[in-house]
T-cell receptor, first 110, second 113 residues
Framework: GQQVMQIPQYQHVQEGEDFTTYCNSSTTLSNIQWYKQRPGGHPVFLIQLVKSGEVKKQKRLTFQFGEAKKNSSLHITATQTTDVGTYFCAGGYGNNRLAFGKGNQVVVIP | DGGITQSPKYLFRKEGQNVTLSCEQNLNHDAMYWYRQDPGQGLRLIYYSQIVNDFQKGDIAEGYSVSREKKESFPLTVTSAQKNPTAFYLC????????????FGPGTRLTVL
């Protein structure tokens, strides 16, 4: 079935450093969404990208959608302890449902 | 977040028993979803409903059943046919049937003993 692959699955990041997490699909996406789930919590929507090559920023977070609309990335600068959690991408394939990746679990080292 | 409630937060059942998980939303959303989350597996879609009185199977529907008699409610029944029911269950909703952002409830952690 349709699925999105996320890499890496786990990351340990030193506080203050930058990191990137990636999302890839073998087929073209209609849109890509990113969610964050804090430990013990539930996923919370961060952003949606729709256009080819789109870049959006939210403070220290930068989201990109690839030109071919098959991949996306989330880059976080100056990591803080509040960035801990699991980041999920979710791809839309035009069938009115989202395909979630397995997530990138991020641990922040103080 | 606010607007979607799931109850209870923790649920324990004996093997062989059916159990129904509640999901209610007051966001006036048309579409509702049920996901199962296991460690390292991400979110897997069980069932989804785009309008009242209609629902479709997701990727792992076997052993589960749903109903959508009211717009606000989308209960999930975990039947005894589900071989490995212990998991974290998340309900979500979105404004309509298109691929808009989804709002998640707090989840129910089901443990089958």
């Amino acid at each position: 079935g349709q699925q999105v692959m996320q890499i890496p699955q786990y990351q340990h990041v030193q506080e203050g450093e930058d990191f990137t997490t990636y999302c890839n699909s073998s087929t073209t996406l209609s849109n890509i969404q990113w969610y964050k789930q804090r430990p013990g919590g539930h996923p919370v929507f961060l952003i949606q990208l729709v256009k080819s090559g789109e870049v959006k920023k939210q403070k220290r977070l930068t989201f990109q959608f690839g030109e071919a609309k098959k991949n996306s990335s989330l880059h976080i600068t100056a990591t803080q302890t509040t960035d801990v959690g699991t980041y999920f991408c979710a791809g839309g394939y035009g069938n009115n449902r989202l395909a979630f990746g397995k997530g990138n679990q991020v641990v922040v080292i103080p | 977040d606010g607007g979607i409630t799931q109850s209870p937060k923790y649920l324990f059942r004996k093997e062989g028993q059916n159990v129904t998980l509640s999901c209610e939303q007051n966001l006036n959303h048309d579409a509702m979803y049920w996901y199962r989350q296991d460690p390292g597996q991400g979110l897997r879609l069980i069932y989804y409903s785009q309008i009242v009185n209609d629902f479709q199977k997701g990727d792992i529907a076997e052993g589960y059943s749903v109903s959508r008699e009211k717009k606000e409610s989308f209960p999930l029944t975990v039947t005894s046919a589900q071989k490995n029911p212990t998991a974290f269950y998340l309900c979500a909703s979105s404004v309509d049937r298109s691929e808009n952002e989804q709002f998640f409830g707090p989840g129910t952690r089901l443990t089958v003993l």
